[in-house]
């Protein structure tokens, strides 16, 4: 299995599989802490943390522990775990438990052993090495206990969904017991008119839990896929994934991979497999949409798909539909009728046509090439200057961490506070912007009008303490920025997008050098909220039952927003043209100082780190303890608590 930079490693000893959880990153402790509900009871585990291959600068606790708690270490506390809180840097930790049996029986802990470092004749620290013995003879189990009467009691479990859980684990309730969850799920009837058909394809690999996730999402909540054709590419001959597949009855092909895993070349070829075996398998077909398996999609997805399709066969300077907007954050979005039509990358869901396809693939990002497919596309002129039509607030959200692309900080900090519209809004029904204004040149005679109208303001404070948009007033509003190319060699974008609450990683979603906005002031609780309601969502897809037994999705959304926004255009100049609404140079704002600048990228971290608390042992410090024998550690990233662990 290897090493790494910190975490914990689960194995289903009976059966196959196991999984590791970086938890030195944030938002990993949840993923454990699920997964470890998920197993069935009567499992066999084995638990180890992995020794770091460095120290971590600043680091006083080995680095899996750094964000274990509280979620994931309470979970491995529940299993019976009693040694975390003394283990120390590069020592090695261990436990087999059995998971609660049916009846409800507490877990039990066939061995837990940890070992401490020694100092060797010279002084130095030995690698200490871990051996666990356990009796072949406890390891027992399997799905319900591997009784056939009680694999098929229901008359509904096939066979096959019964061998798979014997198999696999970390699935829940489809592989209930008493109850349950019988794929491939009820389907939500379309509720609107599909006018054309558009089939769905899903790239994955070796990551079937997220597979899962995605299938019942897709097949059980999203209105109109029992009436859209389904295809599954997978990276690999993974034979959970493929087993998983067949039991959700989708269509299958498997891809050669090409290039070592985890790398740029790995993925590319798959996704660029993927659009040719759509194509190719229903070639009457103009269109496609691409989704990745560690997606969350809206209720309304193939509902927003639709309504747009004909965008891409009217309009030839459009080679896109995306589902997920840049800018859908609570600050910076709140409209979902509204669509934009942008410069754009291919990204988390997103409808292309079999023209475009043809065309891009010839000149796809060669192997080996050190780049992602989409950065590709985007920046290195393939899409020859072709827009997309993306929405103001998101269809999907991305729920992957931890992997190549995307890490558990990455993650925690640009995408677990998006918001989609299942996540906050009661209806999925939403009416969307007419189309025609979307085409060709109408939208610039569109925006053209909007900017001419548009209430220009100037910054009268640092925009990240003092909203740059005048309350009680309806606008829109224009600020226009000192910015001569996309690159923001001024930092002008950055510096409102860091004080607006959006990514501010890259300028992004441009149309003619102009970004669109619907902003409010920046709000801790509403960010929270966000992450709270994506987090309800996700559990909700996995949780509810389908075939007639659905829960009411509303019981997990929040109230609709009240709240007035406002649209705020930021124009880039002289980049954009439609600098000419400005009254020249004394317009245009530059960034300032170094210190603006570097306020900004204070304030947008202190934002993002909020509620991200590395873990500690405070638990076993005590007041009689004497501090010498104590490691201090930092209980908080901004308090000065302190406590100490008895090593």
Same mark, same amino acid.
């Given at each position: 299995m ?48 992995m ?18 708690w @509280? ?5 491995? +506390? ?16 261990a ?32 690698? @200490?090495?871990?051996?666990?013995e ?31 859980? #014997?198999?696999y ?6 592989c ?6 019988l ?30 996730r ?10 109109g ?9 997978? #990276? ?5 994934t493929? #087993? ?16 070592p ?9 798959n ?11 229903? @070639? ?10 560690d ?5 309304d997805?193939?509902?927003? $798909? ?16 995306s589902?997920?907007g ?11 009728s ?35 497919? #989409? ?5 290195e ?5 072709? +827009?997309a039509?993306?929405?103001?607030v ?26 989609m519209t299942?996540? $906050?809004l ?23 009008g ?6 220009k ?5 640092? @925009?990240?303490?003092?909203h ?17 190319s ?6 002008? $974008? ?8 959006t ?7 441009l ?10 002031p ?48 930021l ?20 960034a300032?100082?170094p ?53």
């Open positions: 290897g090493t790494t930079d910190g975490g914990i490693i689960v194995v289903v000893v009976v059966g196959a599989g196991w999984r590791t959880f970086l938890t030195h990153q944030p938002g990993e402790h949840l993923a454990l802490r699920d997964y470890i509900a998920a197993i069935q009871p009567g499992r066999v585990l084995l638990l180890a943390a020794v770091s291959r460095y120290r971590f600068p600043s680091s006083q606790q080995p680095p899996f522990l750094t964000y274990l @509280p979620e994931g270490g309470e979970a491995l +506390e529940q299993l019976g775990a009693t040694l975390l809180p003394r283990v120390a840097i590069g020592e090695p930790w436990m087999v438990v059995v998971t609660g049996e049916p009846a409800g029986g507490k877990a039990k802990v066939l061995g837990e052993a940890l070992v401490t470092k020694e100092l060797n004749e010279l002084g130095q620290n030995k690698n @200490p090495s871990l051996n666990l356990i009796p072949h003879s406890m390891l027992t189990g399997g799905w319900c206990g591997r009784r056939e009467e009680n694999m098929t009691s229901s008359k509904s479990v096939t066979s096959e969904q019964a061998r798979f859980c #014997d198999t684990d970390g699935y829940g309730d489809l209930d017991c008493h109850l349950p969850f794929p491939p799920p009820y389907p939500v009837p379309a509720g609107f008119e599909m006018k054309e058909d558009i089939p769905v394809v899903v790239v994955t690999a070796n990551k079937p839990h997220h597979l899962y995605l299938l019942r999402n897709l097949l059980g909540l999203v209105e896929a029992g009436e859209t054709k389904l295809l599954v590419v997978v #990276d690999g001959p993974h034979q959970e493929l #087993d998983l597949a067949r039991l959700f009855q989708v269509e299958v092909v498997v891809h050669a991979p090409q290039g895993p985890g790398k740029n070349t790995r993925t590319n070829s996704v660029a497999f993927a659009l040719v075996s759509v194509f190719s398998r229903w @070639p009457h077909v103009d269109k496609a949409i691409l989704l990745e398996d997606l969350l999609l809206a209720s997805l193939l509902r927003y $798909f639709h309504h747009t399709a004909p965008a891409l066969t009217l309009d030839p300077s459009l080679y896109l539909v589902a997920w840049q800018h859908s954050y609570h600050s910076t979005a709140s409209d979902p509204t669509v934009h039509r942008v410069q754009a990358y291919p990204q988390y869901g997103w409808m292309t046509t079999r023209a475009w396809v043809t065309y891009v693939l010839p000149h796809w990002a060669p192997n080996g090439s050190g780049v992602d497919w #989409d950065w590709w596309v985007y920046s002129g393939v899409n020859a200057g072709l +827009e039509l993306v929405p103001e998101s269809r999907t959200a991305h729920m992957g961490a931890a992997g190549a692309h995307v890490t558990g900080w990455e993650q925690h900090l640009f995408f677990s506070h998006r918001i299942d996540s $906050f009661k209806s999925s029904a939403h009416t969307l912007m007419p189309l025609h204004t979307l085409l060709g040149r109408n939208y610039s005679t569109w925006l053209d909007e900017l001419g109208i548009a209430t303001i100037t910054l009268q404070d640092h @925009p990240c303490h003092t740059p948009v005048p309350p009680h007033m309806s606008g829109p509003f224009v600020l226009y920025l000192g910015v001569t996309r690159s923001d060699d001024y930092s002008s $974008f950055y510096l409102l997008q860091a004080c607006l609450g990514d501010d990683q890259e300028v992004k979603e149309y003619e050098g102009v970004m669109r906005l619907r902003v409010r920046y709000s801790y609780s509403r960010t929270q909220a966000a992450r709270t309601s994506l987090l309800a969502q996700a559990h909700h897809v996995l949780h509810y039952q389908g075939r007639g037994r659905r829960e009411d999705k509303n019981n997990i959304q929040g109230e609709e927003e009240k709240e007035e926004s406002q649209v705020l255009y124009v880039g100049c002289p980049l954009s043209p439609y600098c000419r609404h400005s009254s020249g140079t004394s317009d245009w704002l530059l300032g100082t210190a603006i600048l570097e306020e900004a990228m204070k304030v947008a971290r202190r934002r993002r780190m909020a509620g991200i608390i590395p873990s500690h042992s405070c638990k076993y410090s005590h007041p009689s303890l004497d501090v010498t024998l104590c490691t201090i550690i930092k209980c908080h990233l901004t308090s000065d608590v302190t406590c100490c662990i008895l090593q």
